[in-house]
Structure formats: C-alpha cells, structure tokens
C-alpha cells in the first residue's frame, strides 16, 4: 500500500485539528437575546441557549459573558442529543428582587435527566436575605427554592463556582451518578434557615473537593439513598457542620454508606461531624463511614451521633430510632470544644451503634480535656484519644 509523502502530514493534521474545532458548537447567550444589565429578563434567551446544544449531536458550549444576568426560575432538560454540554460562566446569574418570585418554586435553576453537563466558574445570587427576614419574623413566607439542582442525572462536573444567598438549599444532588464538584464557593450568614450547602440524597460516585462553606444550617448534608461519597478539604463555618441525615424521617427509607470525610476544618459551627436520626421505626440505616484528619476550632458538638434528632423540641416522635448505625471510624480529629461534652453518641436503645473506632482524638474545652458521653454505643479506641472514651 502506498504511503503519503512526510510533507502531506503537517496538512493532514491542519485539517483534521480544524474539522474537531467545527464540531464544536460555541453559544454565547447574548446572542440569544440575553442583556447582561441585571434587569432584562434573560431566562427564555438561556433556554434557547440550551434548547440549540441540547438538540446538537456535537459537544457545545454556553458562554455566559461577564456581566448581571436575571433569571427567573429555569429548568435545563434532558434528554440531549450529545453527552457533552458546558456552561462556561464569567458572569453572575441572578434572581428577582421579590424573593416570591422564585420563591415559591421548589428550585431556581434546575437541571434534570441530563448526561455530561458541566459548569465553570460563575456566580450565582439568589438575593435570599429577604425571604430570610420574612421567615425570621414568623410572618407566612413562601418555603424557599433551591438554588442550584441536579435531579436523575449522571456524569456531572462543577467546578469553581459561587453560589450566594440562596434562598433554601445551595447546591442539591439527587437521584444523580458520578458527580464530581470541586472550588465550590458557598456564602449565606449565619442565621439564615434552611441554607445548607450541598445536599446529597439517593445519589452515588459523588466528590466535592476544596470547598469553603459558610451557611446558616448544614455546610454538607448526606440523606437517604447516598452512597460512595468522598468529600475532601473542606472549610465549614458559619453553619451546622457536615451531617448525615436527618435519616429515620420515613419507614420504608434507603440507607447510608460508604463515605469519606477527609481533611476538613469547621470554625466556629454548631456541629462537627454528625449522624442524626429521627426517634421512630425505620429500615435506614448508616454504615462505613469516615471522618479523618479533622481540626475543629471553638465547635459546640465536634463528635456527635443523635438518635433522637427533634429541631426545636416541637412534635418529636418519642420512639426509638430504627435506623441502624455501624462501623464508624474517627480518626486524627482534634481541636477545641465550646461545650463541655465534647463526644456524644446517643444512640438507639433498640438498635445500639456498633463498631464505632476512636483513633487519635484529642478535643480540649477551655484549655482542659473535654468529656464524653455514650448511650447504647459500643466500639474501640487506639492511640491518644481525649476525652477519655465512654464506650
């Protein structure tokens, strides 16, 4: 067979490198009518935006310009003709002033049934602080949109991006495969409800890396039904630390297992790491799971397992909890304690925690060794671990 010539290559690849850049399709939503004011209703100019890529075979791209843009609610669905669609984002997408505008939604920008969807820098601002005053003064309020959603979708990547008071939930991942989110930036104050950061539920393969939230309730929240979690380098505080559950709210619950927490530092918080189930029957459970090298700074509950969860005291079940809690390891966590009690397990009198590992724990109260407290808990402890353990 013949061969082409040496000098026929360099052609040869010109030519192949500019076919793979036409198959490309580069959007930029201004030409879609979107204005970057901060005022011009730029939603249906997005949705066309997506409507083009989403029917593309080819891989496309979403250029959001630097600017303001005003979205109202808006729900990017699948299914799409191509699995590689990203949204590279330099401006910031806000909400409407009148937070019942979204507010009533149960999301302000939702994805759903996508596949390979990825999101680049950006800012999201959900103006949430006049739901929070409207819910703070115990008028009737709308309950709040998430900000940003990823529902029954799969191989999803968001990377450094902002997201600003929002008016409930942050981030949530639900019924999704492999997700992987990492530079996330989350800014809400202390005392807004309902804020937390990142929710995970009924989803699997999902990382989150080198985060820094700072919320009024869970910097990362874990529900029912998540699975194979690694969560890494992570800043917490303001906010409620990162939580497992509430898990038990349901009967007929899927369960919880194989996370990682690594290398994750909270200042100031509510709570470090913690497992939380309500006090009544259920099948849930949570097992394998690991919280290691973790500092906490001035942290009212650093350690803690509760069984009979009930915000507020107001209408607690009273029962005892059926979820299940197994093989938990604490490993390399130290710091200082703003509550005496420093480890609490209270776990179920009818299902007892069991395997729980102590591994290198030292937690001090006021320049003194802090305490523990244990109920139906049992496990081991090797090395250095302060308080002393109630196992």
């Known amino acids: 067979m013949a061969t082409l010539p040496p000098l026929f290559l360099p052609l040869i690849l010109f030519l192949s490198f500019n076919s793979s850049l036409a198959a490309l399709l580069n959007l930029n939503v201004l030409s879609f009518g979107a204005k970057p004011d901060g005022t011009t209703d730029s939603t249906n100019a997005f949705l066309s935006a997506w409507t083009r890529a989403c029917a593309s075979t080819n891989p496309a791209t979403i250029y959001v310009p630097k600017g303001r843009f005003l979205l109202r609610s808006v729900n990017f669905r699948g299914k799409c003709n191509n699995n590689a669609i990203s949204f590279r984002i330099d401006g910031t997408l806000v909400a409407p002033v009148d937070y019942r505008i979204i507010g009533k939604a149960d999301n302000w920008i939702s ?22 005053a409207c819910k703070n003064s115990g008028k009737a309020c709308p309950s709040g949109a998430t900000t940003l959603s990823f529902s029954n979708s799969k191989n999803v990547v968001v990377d450094r991006l902002t997201s600003l008071n929002s008016q409930m939930f942050h981030i949530v991942i639900n019924g999704c495969h492999n997700v992987k989110m990492q530079g996330v930036t989350v800014i809400a104050s202390g005392n807004s409800p309902n804020t937390d950061g990142i929710h995970v539920q ?114 607690c079940p009273d029962q005892v909890s059926g979820v299940k809690v197994s093989n938990v390891r604490y490993q390399d966590i130290h710091g200082t304690s703003a509550t ?40 081991t402890i090797s090395g250095v671990v302060q308080p002393t353990s109630c196992l």
């Open 340 to 379: 005496q009690v420093a480890v609490k397990f209270d776990c179920s009198a009818k299902h007892p925690c069991s395997g729980i590992r102590l591994e290198e724990v030292k937690l001090t109260y006021k320049n003194e060794v802090a305490e523990a407290s244990c109920k139906h808990a049992a496990g």
């Open 111 to 132: 994805f759903q049934y996508v596949d390979g969807v990825s999101i680049y820098g950006g800012k999201l601002d959900a103006k949430g602080t006049g739901l929070w």
């Open 202 to 315: 009924l989803s699997s393969g999902v990382t989150i890396l080198n985060s820094n939230i700072q919320t009024g309730d869970d910097c990362i929240s874990i529900g029912p039904g998540a699975t194979n979690l690694w969560i890494e380098k992570i800043t917490c505080g303001p906010g409620h630390g990162i939580s497992i559950g509430s898990l038990g709210k349901d009967q007929n619950e899927a369960g919880v297992q194989n996370v990682t927490v690594k290398t994750a530092k909270f200042m100031g918080t509510q709570n470090g790491v913690r497992i939380k189930s309500w006090a009544r029957p259920s099948s849930g459970f949570a097992r394998n799971i690991v919280f290691q090298h973790i500092v906490m700074k001035n942290v009212e509950n650093p350690i803690v397992i509760d069984q009979n969860y009930c915000p507020g005291n107001n209408n």
